[in-house]
C-alpha cells in the first residue's frame, strides 16, 4: 500500500502560529477548568515549536541569548 503524500503549501512556523491562535481562541469560548488549561498548555506548545522551527531555519544559527549569557559567565569564572 502506497503512502499518500501531502503537499504542504504554507511553512511549518506558520501553520505552528495559525494553531496556536486558533486553540488560544478556542480556550477563551471555554469555561474554566481542566479542558481550559490544556487548550492553552497546547497554545504555549505550538507557539514554542514555531520559535524553534523559526531559529532552525535561520541560514547561520546563533545561541539564544539566555546561552550566550551563561557562556560568558562561564568565562569570567575560569
Known amino acids: 500500500?502506497?503512502?499518500r503524500r501531502?503537499?504542504?503549501f504554507a511553512p511549518l512556523d506558520q501553520r505552528l502560529s495559525q494553531e496556536a491562535?486558533?486553540?488560544?481562541?478556542e480556550a477563551k469560548g471555554t469555561p474554566s477548568g481542566i479542558e481550559r488549561e490544556t487548550l492553552i498548555r497546547q497554545a504555549r506548545?505550538?507557539?514554542?515549536?514555531?520559535h524553534m522551527?523559526?531559529?532552525l531555519?535561520?541560514?547561520r544559527l546563533q545561541a539564544p541569548r539566555a546561552n550566550a549569557r551563561v557562556s560568558r559567565l562561564r568565562r569570567r569564572a575560569t
Open 45 to 50: 506548545q505550538a507557539e514554542t515549536a514555531a
Open 6 to 8: 501531502f503537499k504542504q
Open 57 to 59: 531555519t535561520l541560514p
Open 53 to 55: 522551527q523559526e531559529w
Open 1 to 3: 500500500m502506497q503512502r
Open 21 to 25: 491562535e486558533r486553540l488560544r481562541n
